[in-house]
């Protein structure tokens, strides 16, 4: 499953958060949360499964992060750390972590050179 984390400052409490996301086709994603409009050419689309972060968000060119609200497109300007990966997980439909309740059991894979990484730690 591809993933996509980000780390962002919340408007709301000016507290520097992260969000992980499953990717997810646009329209599936607009089903899950009712939500309308058209995607934005040459995007991914993830569905969040952090504690933290939006319900959903999109990414464009792997360097700009946006968010929905009321059928449009944002840019995150604080976004950081754009990284993409894999998980392995039991469920084909991970659900968002809630407080007190992490989301479903996940299987992070790393390439070989991340591993030399966490080798070293």
């Given at each position: 499953?591809?993933?996509?984390?980000?780390s962002y400052i919340s408007t709301?409490?000016?507290?520097?958060?992260?969000?992980?996301?499953?990717?997810?086709?646009w329209d599936h994603l607009k089903?899950?949360?009712?939500?309308?409009?058209?995607?934005?050419?040459?995007?991914?689309?993830?569905?969040?499964?952090?504690?933290?972060?939006?319900?959903?968000?999109a990414v464009v060119d792997e360097?700009?992060?946006?968010?929905?609200?009321?059928?449009?497109?944002?840019?995150?300007?604080?976004?950081?750390?754009?990284?993409?990966?894999?998980?392995?997980?039991?469920?084909?439909?991970?659900?968002?972590?809630?407080?007190?309740?992490?989301?479903?059991?996940?299987?992070?894979?790393?390439?070989?050179?991340?591993?030399?990484?966490?080798?070293?730690?």
């Amino acid at each position: 499953m591809e993933t996509c984390q980000f780390s962002y400052i919340s408007t709301k409490t000016r507290l520097h958060c992260t969000a992980l996301g499953i990717e997810r086709a646009w329209d599936h994603l607009k089903e899950e949360f009712n939500r309308s409009g058209p995607g934005i050419p040459g995007a991914t689309y993830y569905k969040t499964i952090s504690l933290q972060g939006p319900q959903l968000f999109a990414v464009v060119d792997e360097r700009q992060v946006f968010y929905h609200d009321n059928g449009h497109w944002y840019p995150y300007n604080t976004a950081t750390g754009i990284k993409f990966g894999q998980r392995n997980t039991t469920t084909d439909d991970p659900q968002r972590a809630t407080e007190g309740k992490p989301s479903e059991p996940v299987i992070e894979v790393f390439s070989q050179e991340e591993q030399g990484d966490l080798e070293d730690d």
